[in-house]
Every structure is written in structure tokens, then in C-alpha cells.
């Protein structure tokens, strides 16, 4: 159950840094792109 657990919540992590990395929206929260204007 344990190791269910941790993949299931490596699996949230890896899509997170993956959403806010690649996607327009993760990029002007992450300040990549100027959205100032």
C-alpha cells in the first residue's frame, strides 16, 4: 500500500512539474513568459 501510495503521489508531482512546465498557462505562472502588459 505503501509504495501504491508514494507512486501515486510521484505520478501527481511528475504531471504538476510537467503541466506548469510545458503549458502556456504553468509559463506565465512561473513568470516565463511578460505577461505585465
Not at 3 to 10: C, D, S
Not at 21 to 35: L, M, P, Y
Request: hydrophobic share 50%.
Amino acid at each position: 500500500m505503501g509504495l501504491a501510495l508514494t507512486f501515486a503521489v510521484g505520478s501527481v508531482i511528475a504531471f504538476a512539474i510537467y503541466f506548469y512546465t510545458f503549458t502556456e498557462s504553468g509559463k506565465r505562472w512561473t513568470g516565463e513568459i511578460d505577461d505585465a502588459e
